[in-house]
């Protein structure tokens, strides 16, 4: 009896554990940054990291209840972006993930910036969205040798899940659409940091001006990991519902190693 019930009280403890510690474990330790976009304060967005950076929206951008998952922003493809503070932990190396929902509304040979860490082309962190042959793209490291470029023509008012993939440890980059690979390369060129915000909805050419999204955006989430193909298809089920799953299968591992004791 004394037995079952130190079990039954671990069992609890890990319980608790999951609940007051969301990103502890799982997929979720290894995450970086997490917008879900379903709640807009003033003009501050909430990062649901443990980070929990600050998203301040700037021009034409606002919160739009139509996301792909409750709720989301509009960006107006004009004058419409998100800027998060600089942090060293947003400049990525190595293996990690960047991804989002996006719906454009505007594709028209222009460049139109999901996600983008850079000043200039020769400290890129990394950038993702829709390029001027209106393809989906995903550029990582100085000097674009990374560039992973969709042939195909994205269309508007369609939800699309987009994600840009660097693992530094197969030495691969990875464009995925809709869960699937659609571009996928050998790694090359040197990692970079720099000082610049890290900017949603738009990317700052040489000129010091921004390239626009026009459309909504919603769960934008970064991981200092590299995604698998299947952890992508999961989480595209609701990104929240994906880290809590992920917490949910750690914690039943450390409970059949307590069984086991």
């Known amino acids: 009896m004394r037995q079952i019930s130190f079990i039954f009280l671990a069992f609890t403890v890990l319980i608790l554990a999951c609940g007051f510690s969301f990103h502890a474990e799982g997929a979720g330790k290894d995450l970086v940054l997490y917008f879900p976009f379903d709640q807009v304060t003033g003009d501050i967005v909430e990062d649901q990291s443990d980070n929990g950076f600050e998203g301040v929206l700037v021009g034409g951008?606002?919160?739009?209840?139509?996301?792909?998952?409750?709720?989301?922003?509009?960006?107006?493809?004009?004058?419409?972006?998100?800027?998060?503070?600089?942090?060293d932990k947003l400049d990525m190396e190595g293996s990690y993930t960047v991804m989002a929902w996006a719906y454009p509304i505007i594709v028209d040979g222009g460049f139109r910036w999901i996600a983008d860490k850079s000043n200039t082309n020769t400290d890129l962190n990394f950038i993702l969205g829709i390029s001027s042959n209106n393809g989906w793209r995903f550029i990582t490291r100085k000097n674009l040798p990374n560039d992973l470029l969709d042939a195909e023509v994205v269309a508007t008012e369609k939800w699309y899940h987009i994600a840009g993939v660097q693992d530094g440890d197969k030495g691969e980059v990875f464009?995925?659409?809709?869960?699937?690979?659609?571009?996928?390369?050998?790694?090359?060129?040197?990692?970079?940091?720099?000082?610049?915000?890290?900017?949603?909805?738009?990317?700052?050419?040489?000129?010091?001006?921004?390239?626009?999204?026009?459309?909504?955006?919603?769960?934008?989430?970064?991981?200092?990991?590299?995604?698998?193909?299947?952890?992508?298809?999961?989480?595209?089920?609701?990104?929240?519902?994906?880290?809590?799953?992920?917490?949910?299968?750690?914690?039943?591992?450390?409970?059949?190693?307590?069984?086991?004791?």
């Open 61 to 87: 951008v606002e919160f739009s209840e139509v996301g792909k998952h409750d709720g989301a922003l509009s960006f107006d493809g004009s004058t419409g972006l998100v800027k998060v503070e600089d942090d």
């Open 175 to 261: 464009l995925y659409i809709d869960g699937k690979v659609a571009v996928k390369k050998a790694l090359a060129g040197d990692e970079t940091k720099n000082d610049g915000y890290l900017s949603i909805g738009c990317r700052k050419d040489a000129g010091n001006t921004c390239q626009f999204f026009g459309g909504i955006i919603d769960e934008l989430a970064i991981f200092s990991k590299a995604l698998t193909g299947a952890e992508i298809n999961r989480s595209m089920k609701g990104l929240g519902d994906f880290l809590a799953v992920s917490q949910f299968s750690h914690l039943a591992t450390n409970w059949g190693n307590i069984k086991a004791q």
